[in-house]
């Protein structure tokens, strides 16, 4: 198994308070990735890093930020949590190059997160 | 507008016989597909992939079939076996760049004794 580590894996909360997930991978891949996933919808990317410090918006980036200042860790906050964020949230490691141009995605267990 | 579509949400089949989880897609950019494998309270699993330039693609009782003309991945699983029992996704990359994965919504697959 890929060494990827989320935490919390599960948070309740309120509306309006600030949240961060992080996620740890031990594999020093060059990108990560945070999905959320809700029924009906599969998992949709919310942003996605290719290096230290070096990142972009998914598809549904709006009321997130991230931050990666280290090859190993990427966080995920939101900065004033609303209901509509309760979901379940991934973290996705993979490593890309010239010679390795289709490598799969390896994810995390998730972390559960309900907000009140 | 989904671009990659599992229109069967449940699939059930007998164990020992085959399984066929079907996707579609509309992004001609997709340059490489993938299913991954779900368990409750887990993360999704790599399964098996294959490249635009293929058709086929097997790993032991699992092989994916790719027709491009129709825009259309499947996943065949035989012989299927109660522990296949899961969602599966299907997952599209568009060659734009970042390995940047579109999922479809997941079929649960139920393989009964």
């Known amino acids: 198994d890929a060494g990827i580590t989320q935490s919390p894996r599960h948070k309740v909360t309120e509306t309006g308070t600030p949240v961060t997930l992080r996620c740890h991978q031990t594999e020093n891949h060059r990108y990560m990735y945070w999905y959320r996933q809700d029924p009906g919808h599969g998992l949709r990317l919310i942003h996605y890093?290719?290096?230290?410090?070096?990142?972009d918006k998914g598809e549904v980036s709006d009321g997130y930020s991230v931050s990666r200042s280290k090859t190993e860790d990427f966080l995920l906050t939101l900065e004033s949590a609303t209901s509509s964020q309760t979901s379940v949230y991934f973290c996705a490691i993979s490593e890309l190059s010239l010679q390795l141009s289709n490598q799969p995605q390896h994810f995390g267990d998730g972390t559960r997160l309900s907000i009140l | 507008d989904q671009q990659v579509k599992q229109n069967s949400p449940s699939l059930s089949v007998q164990e020992g016989r085959i399984s066929i989880l079907n996707c579609d897609y509309t992004n001609s950019m997709f340059d490489y597909f993938l299913w991954y494998k779900k368990y409750p309270a887990e993360g999704p699993t790599f399964l098996i992939s294959?490249?635009?330039?293929?058709d086929k693609n097997e790993d032991g009782r699992f092989t994916v079939f790719l027709n491009k003309s129709a825009k259309h991945l499947s996943l065949h699983i035989v012989p299927s076996q109660p522990g296949d029992s899961a969602v599966y996704f299907c997952?599209?990359?568009?060659?734009?760049?970042?390995?940047?994965?579109?999922f479809g919504t997941g079929t649960q697959l139920k393989v009964e004794l």
């Open positions: 890093s290719y290096g230290v410090k070096d990142t």
């Open positions: 997952a599209a990359r568009d060659r734009g760049g970042g390995n940047k994965l579109t």
């Open positions: 294959i490249s635009s330039i293929k």
